[in-house]
């Protein structure tokens, strides 16, 4: 209880120090102006207020839109008054040195320390602009900015008859967090614009609760593909973050997302294979429910390829990317292809194509979004389609997937 009460006490001193640092800097930066300065504390009352409410009312199985709002106007004035307070915390350390050196040389007149220099305030505020837009723009945008990212991937067992086959993948639809219903079936519209084969879902249908798929059925009953929609089970689909007043809830709401799944018109694997036919050739498509590394593993991939031939072409739906890692490339079979997600890329990051490709996620998974190649081996890592607890995304954007695969040529 002391330990509770003393990391309490440390975290409200540490709001305290970002909030005045924060201060320092309008108000050096905007001396005569009364309502900006008196704006920064009504702002930062009104977000530590609701933040505070959202906390003592806070249940894992409502991470629904006003719990992302909540996330949001905290990350929102949090992130730029951190880096305001990087910028002015600097400016004390310069400050303490100059009035020290000043007054052992017999230089210094005044206040020990000197004044805040507006320029530094200005810079610091200009800085912290680019978060707080960043942050702004991917709430109000880039949680539903889709992007289609276009793979193709070659092998040399490939069967003739599956050359230019194309998959779309999509993962982590998180139901629950969604909040606008005509761009979520433009979304939706963007999948099926792609004209792939096969649709593969590799997991997290909702964040929680099987309820919260049901306002959203009959937008991804639209989803289409000629060979067939297949899918898996997330961490989130086995409502393991709630606390249920019996099993038997837990187990009828497992039974809800199982018959959503068939309602959608995906066909779930569940630690089990099916064969896909093209012209009389065919390719191994295998599904087993989530494995993650610290997380629960309920998959069990010796008995989803158990009947299957060392020979065959595969492809593998695993929900979490550590899995691969773990065990996929290391497997007695070979498996040509692994589709995970999970990760989101943490809804956050930067990625310039060429130059940069950096996620908070790559201090958690080494592979964390994008087409890996290891052991002749290859994984893919959706960024995700849906959004949870931050209701945004910042440089990481929700993703569609297409893969198309290729015979190796000679």
Do not use: C
Request: proline share 4%; charged share 20%.
């Amino acid at each position: 209880m002391i330990t509770l009460l003393l990391r309490i006490i440390l975290f409200i001193f540490f709001l305290l120090m970002i909030d005045w640092y924060s201060y320092q800097a309008f108000k050096t930066a905007f001396p005569s102006s009364v309502w900006i300065k008196a704006g920064f504390w009504i702002f930062s009352l009104i977000v530590y207020g609701f933040v505070a409410y959202g906390f003592m009312t806070f249940s894992r199985e409502a991470l629904n839109p006003s719990f992302g709002q909540m996330v949001s106007l905290l990350i929102l004035s949090l992130i730029p008054k951190l880096v305001i307070l990087a910028f002015l915390f600097g400016e004390d350390i310069l400050r303490f040195f100059s009035g020290a050196f000043q007054s052992l040389a017999g230089g210094r007149e005044g206040d020990f320390l000197p004044d805040r220099r507006k320029f530094i305030s200005q810079t610091a505020l200009a800085f912290a602009s680019v978060p707080f837009l960043g942050i702004l723009h991917g709430v109000l945008i880039g949680k539903y900015r889709y992007r289609v990212m276009k793979h193709t991937l070659e092998f040399e067992d490939l069967p003739e008859e599956f050359e230019g086959f194309t998959i779309t993948q999509i993962s982590d639809i998180h139901s629950g967090s969604f909040d606008d219903k005509k761009k979520l079936e433009y979304g939706v519209d963007l999948i099926n614009q792609q004209n792939s084969d096969v649709i593969l879902f590799t997991g997290d249908l909702v964040n929680n609760q099987a309820t919260e798929m049901e306002p959203w059925i009959e937008t991804f009953q639209k989803l289409r593909a000629p060979m067939g929609k297949y899918s898996i089970l997330g961490n989130h689909d086995y409502g393991d973050y709630v606390a249920w007043p019996s099993k038997e809830a837990k187990a009828a709401n497992m039974q809800r997302l199982y018959d959503i799944q068939e309602e959608l018109g995906f066909r779930l694997l569940r630690n089990e294979h099916v064969k896909i036919t093209r012209d009389g050739a065919s390719i191994d498509l295998i599904g087993v429910e989530n494995w993650g590394k610290g997380f629960a593993q309920h998959g069990d991939l010796p008995k989803a390829t158990a009947t299957l031939s060392d020979k065959s072409f595969k492809i593998l739906m695993s929900h979490d990317p550590s899995h691969f890692d773990e065990e996929v490339k290391k497997f007695s079979q070979f498996i040509h292809l692994t589709l995970s997600g999970h990760t989101h890329g943490m809804q956050f990051g930067i990625e310039i194509p060429g130059w940069i490709k950096w996620s908070p996620a790559s201090l958690r998974y080494p592979k964390w979004a994008g087409l890996y190649e290891e052991m002749g081996r290859y994984l893919h890592v959706n960024r995700g389609f849906g959004f949870l607890a931050f209701p945004g995304r910042v440089g990481i954007w929700p993703e569609i997937t297409v893969l198309e695969l290729r015979r190796k040529k000679d």
